[in-house]
């Protein structure tokens, strides 16, 4: 029998709860903190931007959570996901190592993103709300939720940073065609939005620019929400389909990982493949290697400071436990730019902290020369963010071929790269260069983070 390339599950495997690892850590995350009283935050506090349904899921005890039927069917569209034996990039590096890579791109979105987009636009509906607001850098996460919120009847309106605005015109496209009202940020439709052009006309817009005018019509308007793509426990939770289906895929054909990796920005594909594996880790049943790996140019976790700090640029979300370099550091214009984010998920820092997962960052020459080989063996084109999951594996593959272990490693490829094929021509034409990791930039903006007891 020939050992199948593709390994599918039918619809009726599609997970039927999420996971929630918190319950499962031998210590809980630190909690989030109001940036005025330093304590806690609690619901109260979030009801202006979030529906009850996501808080009580921010904060839950239980390990799993049931997926409502109306967002399953959505899953149904796209979900399961494949996974692949990557058979042919083996043979391309000449290694023992069995790659396999579990692939979000099939969904209409092009990526991972939509696994929350469609449950937050659900629960969103559910409250009653019109309408989302949001921002987007390249535009995946736009493009996500501006789906997610057709499905289920709700208006959304975007703000997309003004230099992805003008590079990437097409996210734009899919979004108005999936029914979204998009902006150029810095916009003329908010106050925050007209302070920044007041003072630069001109401004290129950045991701907390954008986060301040979507949360500002969401704060100022009762039927209007805000949403987020990455970072927060819920976001990490809804993704964990990804995971248990892969671990389903891997048991079908007898195969268990040594080694899990993902890409990080916030951190939501990465802990959506590897939590549910971690928690076999965590019950003893199997020892994977769980690796992250960030952009060199954006190291949060391997060069950042774990304590408090803002999410956002302009510093009016709460206080979150994380490894940051610091909410005013801007990271150089990398192609990834789902990864350039100064801070990291508070559950997956925490992770960090206690030993169950480790980071390596890598520089974007070196994910793009992965990515051409993994397009020119596999056939799929990747995102610039999971290039360094890519990366990553073939650098485990050359150390499998060096010392002949038959490693099994898992990768998360989280999203296809059909609208970045600008990043490729940069690379292609020769023109793609590393950036070094300024470390006195990411000095000056960790004087600006709050000092925390
Ligand atoms: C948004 C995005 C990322 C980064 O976000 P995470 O929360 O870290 O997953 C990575 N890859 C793709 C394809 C994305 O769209």
Request: hydrophobic letters at 40%.
């Amino acid at each position: 029998m020939t050992e199948p390339t593709k390994i599918l599950l039918d619809e009726s495997e599609l997970p039927t709860h999420w996971y929630n690892i918190i319950p499962d850590l031998p210590a809980p995350p630190p909690p989030v903190l109001h940036p005025g009283t330093l304590e806690p935050v609690g619901p109260d506090d979030l009801m202006p931007l979030f529906p009850i349904d996501l808080i009580l899921q921010e904060v839950s005890p239980e390990s799993y959570i049931e997926i409502p039927e109306e967002i399953r069917e959505i899953y149904r569209l796209w979900r399961p996901s494949p996974m692949y034996r990557a058979r042919r990039l083996e043979r391309e590096l000449d290694t023992p190592a069995r790659i396999y890579y579990k692939y979000e791109g099939v969904s209409p979105a092009g990526s991972h993103k939509p696994n929350t987009a469609v449950a937050q636009a659900y629960y969103n509906a559910k409250a009653g709300i019109r309408k989302l607001t949001t921002e987007t850098g390249a535009g995946q996460w736009g493009s996500a939720l501006a789906l997610a919120c057709q499905m289920f009847g709700l208006e959304c309106e975007v703000w997309q940073v003004a230099a992805s605005f003008d590079q990437k015109p097409y996210r734009g496209s899919m979004m108005r065609a999936w029914g979204a009202t998009i902006h150029s940020s810095p916009s003329e439709v908010t106050n925050a939005g007209r302070a920044i052009l007041e003072q630069d006309p001109d401004s290129p817009g950045s991701l907390g620019i954008a986060i301040s005018e979507a949360v500002e019509v969401a704060a100022t308007n009762a039927d209007t929400n805000y949403s987020l793509g990455s970072v927060l426990n819920h976001v990490l939770l809804h993704q964990t389909v990804i995971g248990q289906e892969a671990a389903a895929q891997l048991a079908k054909v007898g195969e268990t990982p040594d080694i899990i990796i993902g890409c990080t920005g916030g951190g939501s594909n990465f802990s959506g493949l590897s939590f549910p594996f971690i928690r076999e880790k965590l019950a003893g049943n199997i020892n994977p290697t769980i690796r992250a790996v960030e952009p060199a140019a954006c190291p949060s976790i391997t060069k950042g400071e774990y304590r408090y700090d803002f999410g956002d640029t302009i510093g009016m979300t709460p206080l979150i436990k994380m490894h940051t370099l610091g909410h005013s550091f801007v990271p150089d214009p990398i192609h990834a730019g789902g990864l350039r984010y100064h801070g990291m998920s508070p559950l997956v820092s925490h992770l960090c902290e206690l030993g169950l997962m480790e980071a390596v960052a890598i520089g974007q020459v070196e994910c793009f020369e992965a990515a051409i080989r993994f397009a020119r063996s596999e056939g799929i084109i990747p995102a610039p963010e999971p290039t360094h999951a890519i990366a990553a594996a073939m650098r485990e593959a050359d150390l499998c071929r060096e010392s002949g272990e038959e490693k099994v490693v898992l990768i998360a490829l989280c999203g296809h790269g059909h609208f970045d094929m600008g990043a490729y021509d940069t690379f292609l034409a020769g023109e793609l260069s590393d950036y070094e990791f300024p470390a006195e930039a990411m000095g000056e903006a960790l004087e600006k983070v709050p000092v925390v007891g």
